[in-house]
């Protein structure tokens, strides 16, 4: 099952113990409707078609990885809790396209650490300067996508 998180929208400024957003809610390509949290720590609305929400969730808590609560059991991973996390891969994906425009992101083979020089429209000068002073550094910005975001999500998760 394919569960996407369409049109999202962000209020960093009302997110105080969970992330504050509205996105459309799409399972295998057909919008189910929409999922919304006012950010004050509780739980995700959903508007639309129950039933199929009804089945996403039954079917996440059956095949997605169980998480570790903060008591150390184990809990199944709910269409919410999936939401949640999708969310928090659109906030990493739009923090890395955000540092593209403005810089080059660089990941340093010598400490593992990313580190950013604005490029000031100049990106390739800019990249051929850090190859010359940091041989062997990775420049996210040159790599797909994909891979780029693996990079940043593993260097600045906690």
Avoid at 78 to 94: M, P, Y
Avoid at 132 to 143: Q, S
Wanted: aromatic share 10%; proline share 4%; with cysteine.
């Amino acid at each position: 099952m394919k569960i996407e998180l369409k049109a999202i929208q962000y209020a960093a400024f009302s997110s105080e113990e969970t992330n504050c957003y509205t996105a459309n809610l799409y399972i295998d390509g057909r919008k189910i409707g929409t999922v919304d949290n006012d950010g004050r720590g509780g739980c995700d609305r959903f508007l639309g078609d129950h039933a199929a929400f009804v089945a996403a969730d039954a079917w996440c808590k059956a095949n997605l990885p169980k998480w570790t609560g903060y008591d150390g059991t184990p809990c199944d991973t709910d269409l919410e809790f999936h939401c949640g996390q999708l969310v928090d891969a659109w906030l990493v994906a739009r923090d890395l396209k955000t540092a593209f425009r403005t810089n080059v992101v660089m990941r340093d083979p010598a400490d593992g650490n990313l580190y950013t020089v604005k490029h000031r429209g100049r990106i390739d000068a800019t990249i051929a300067g850090i190859g010359k002073r940091h041989p062997g550094a990775v420049i996210l910005n040159t790599l797909p996508f994909d891979e780029a975001l693996t990079l940043f999500r593993a260097a600045t998760s906690p």
